[in-house]
């Protein structure tokens, strides 16, 4: 079974696939696929994809052929056909380079330097695999990155019995108390609710109707928000 391999600058150990490769189900095939589309630049699509099989080609006229399925003698799934040759021009956009992949790619990069510019991310995609990738799509690669290698919010607030618990060990005779307040939220606001519509643009052609109200530091947040066809009365009540 093919196993893990490290996702360097110019993804060498994807620039490969060989027949009878085993996997160890078909979303690591998928990932597999996705790294070795993004390594050669090749525009790769998928042709089949249901819970037993994946076939991919290329562009119209390219040869590349790949099948892959769960593997009848075992555990897993395996390449069951590939014509591994190209005839097709480098892909200047590639849908195999989706967000997820994206992550992949730049996680140790994060994970070394988590100030990694959007800007510096969209140059190494073009400087290696000649490859246009937007800038909303990369912004939510880093933050998927990002997510995982700091935790988010919650993540935080897990911890915090286990940081009262390491301030007990270092600091010994102190008494370490959490207290929770539930009326913290009520305390802190001001009596101000403010309503306000804007249209939304794109394939939701509607409006959004929002009430929000302000905090002892003057923040703003949403109490409430609805979508509707039309600003009324009613759809105000």
């Not at 996702?7 to 994807?14: F, T």
């Not at 597999?32 to 562009?59: F, G, H, Q, W």
């Not at 994060?110 to 990369?138: E, G, V």
Request: contains cysteine.
């Amino acid at each position: 079974m093919l196993k893990s391999k490290e996702v360097n600058d110019d993804l060498s150990h994807y620039k490969e696939l060989h027949p009878s490769m085993t996997l160890k189900d078909l979303n690591e095939a998928r990932k597999i696929v996705n790294l070795y589309s993004l390594a050669n630049s090749k525009p790769i699509v998928v042709e089949k994809s249901d819970r037993t099989r994946l076939r991919y080609k290329c562009m119209i006229g390219c040869p590349f052929v790949l099948l892959i399925s769960q593997d009848g003698k075992g555990p897993g799934s395996k390449v069951k056909t590939l014509k591994i040759n190209h005839n097709c021009e480098d892909a200047f956009k590639n849908s195999r380079a989706c967000i997820s992949t994206l992550a992949q790619y730049f996680k140790s990069k994060l994970q070394n330097n988590p100030q990694y510019k959007l800007k510096d991310m969209r140059k190494d995609l073009k400087d290696q695999f000649n490859l246009n990738a937007s800038t909303s799509k990369l912004k939510r690669a880093k933050m998927m990155d990002l997510q995982k290698l700091q935790g988010g919010f919650l993540d935080d607030f897990n911890r915090i019995e286990a940081y009262a618990n390491e301030l007990r060990l270092s600091n010994h005779g102190s008494d370490i108390v959490i207290n929770l307040s539930k009326d913290a939220l009520e305390q802190g606001l001001r009596p101000f609710i403010g309503l306000d519509g804007t249209f939304l643009k794109g394939q939701c052609k509607r409006q959004l109707l929002l009430a929000m109200a302000q905090d002892s530091q003057n923040c703003f947040y949403p109490l409430g928000w609805i979508v509707v066809d039309k600003e009324t009365t009613r759809t105000w009540i």
